[in-house]
């Protein structure tokens, strides 16, 4: 059976970050990505629609150890991909991933005091098992085989195609057709542009209105610190100035959120000109960031709107017919294609089923520890990012946790490391781990993930400034974390690495 020191499950944006972080910090470590697909990048490899792209700017969402150089701080997704792809082979991490493993279950034994990985190898018959000491799941949290479709009346009586974005077919022609789009997320909201370019007519079809910011797809002030100050130091520059402003906005949006909303219709307006029915179709009923804005590069989105090329309906489905969708109003949109813009399914951990020495983990039961550690479950850490900033800035953090516990261990000479509910936790209130955040997909699948608490460190604070405090600068041995070592894997209940562990738990 292989063994390493340390497995990453994923080798998307989250997996190949951690893995660079491991080389930097932890060089004695041995480890291995598992990937259940066969290629590097994650959603970056998987989405393959027209005009996918960033939502994030790439100084955030790029690594810390390697500047985003391209121009575009909203980038096309060949250029993610191509980045993250980079970021794996010029360290050679390309070399440890292991593709065509799909992670089914973990299991971790208190006695050996490792993990016992069992793979389904995509392209071989039979399961395989792989042992590790510590595990760490950068697999996201949603579906990577099928996204959300709801169960549309009348979907089998329609003559034409539906497509979900996520399965693209790369064959799908669409010049010359009639398309509607149906959502109003940031999916929708890139394929619109892309697709009117060519398509006899497309519409975005939504229930309700979302949020959207337009941006410089060029980053005027980056372009400017670019030219003046040498590669490194620029990016680290601008990638502060953008957390900087990130930060500054979402304060703004709970602090005033009136203020925000008032500004962000208005520059809508602006874009739309003053004929257009803003409040109908750009006009949420929630407050800005209680879900994601869509963030839309060069405006192009209401550019299509403004040319004709796209509209948008702001009505429910009815049914599908043979030639396209009947709404409530009364009215109806004839189609010849059907994109179902409708959102992730998601799954936690990405379906991978962990047990402690046999005995399955229910994630509902446990508590989330400061957004990463999962309680009473030993040498585990997940990555899940911002929902309200660039989903590096965190993935990162997460991975620098993780080399400050491995090598912490090390110096103890301990084997595991794992957070426990101190008796002043036991009467916590459990909290969804994603709160005060209400898109439809969330909502859907919060009752299946861990909880977080209402107090520090089982909060998942989705604030960079505070994560950096917690999760990079407080001390590990705070109470929650328990090191030790157990007999067998230690020696004897004498032995200096179980005095250690006892003196160091104490």
Not at 3 to 19: C, P, Q, R, T
Not at 112 to 118: D, H, V
Not at 188 to 217: D, E, G, H, K, W
């Amino acid at each position: 059976m292989t063994h390493f020191d340390i497995v990453i499950i994923g080798a998307g944006l989250s997996g190949i970050g951690a893995a660079r972080r491991l080389q930097d910090a932890c060089p004695d470590e041995s480890f291995a990505i598992l990937e259940g697909r066969d290629a590097i990048g994650g959603t970056w490899d998987l989405f393959r629609y027209p005009g996918i792209r960033s939502d994030s700017d790439m100084y955030t969402m790029g690594y810390d150890s390697k500047p985003w150089l391209d121009a575009k701080a909203i980038a096309d997704g060949a250029s993610i991909l191509a980045y993250v792809k980079e970021a794996a082979v010029e360290r050679g991490i390309d070399r440890h991933i292991r593709f065509g493993h799909w992670v089914k279950s973990a299991d971790w034994s208190s006695e050996k005091s490792q993990w016992t990985i069992t793979v389904q190898r995509v392209h071989e018959a039979g399961d395989v098992q792989i042992t590790c000491n510590f595990l760490l799941a950068c697999s996201g949290y949603y579906n990577y085989e099928k996204g959300y479709t709801p169960a549309f009346e009348g979907l089998a009586d329609f003559t034409g195609k539906v497509i979900h974005p996520q399965a693209w077919p790369e064959d799908l022609d669409y010049n010359g057709k009639r398309v509607v789009i149906i959502g109003s997320g940031a999916t929708a909201m890139t394929l619109v542009p892309a697709i009117a370019q060519t398509a006899a007519q497309v519409t975005m079809l939504q229930r309700s209105p979302t949020y959207v910011v337009s941006m410089p797809a060029i980053d005027p002030v980056a372009k400017l610190i670019n030219k003046l100050l040498p590669e490194k130091l620029a990016y680290r520059l601008i990638r502060w100035k953008n957390v900087q402003f990130q930060r500054m906005f979402y304060r703004k949006t709970r602090k005033n959120p009136g203020a925000v909303k008032k500004k962000l219709l208005g520059l809508v307006r602006k874009s739309l000109g003053p004929d257009y029915d803003v409040d109908k179709h750009f006009t949420p009923d929630y407050n800005p960031w209680d879900q994601r804005l869509c963030l839309v590069p060069d405006a192009d989105l209401f550019k299509s709107i403004r040319s004709g090329r796209a509209v948008v309906v702001t009505d429910t489905i009815k049914s599908f017919t043979p030639g396209g969708i009947e709404l409530e109003s009364g009215s109806s949109l004839p189609a010849d294609i059907v994109i179902t813009a409708t959102g992730l399914d998601l799954v936690v951990l990405g379906g991978t089923q962990i047990s402690i020495d046999g005995a399955p983990v229910n994630f509902p039961d446990t508590f989330s520890y400061k957004g990463m550690m999962l309680s009473d479950v030993p040498n585990f850490v997940y990555t899940m990012g911002y929902i309200n900033a660039s989903w590096t800035l965190r993935s990162e953090l997460v991975a620098e946790f993780v080399c400050r516990v491995v090598n912490r261990m090390s110096e103890l000479k301990v084997t595991q490391c794992t957070p426990h509910l101190r008796p002043t936790d036991n009467n916590m209130t459990k909290r969804p781990l994603i709160d005060s955040f209400t898109p439809g997909y969330m909502q859907r699948a919060m009752d299946r993930f861990p909880r977080q608490g209402d107090h520090d460190p089982w909060l998942n604070t989705q604030n960079y400034a505070r994560d950096k405090e917690i999760i990079r600068h407080a001390p590990l041995e705070d109470g929650v974390l328990e090191f030790s070592a157990p007999v067998t894997a230690a020696g004897s209940e004498d032995s200096p690495q179980r005095k250690q562990a006892s003196k160091s738990a104490a």
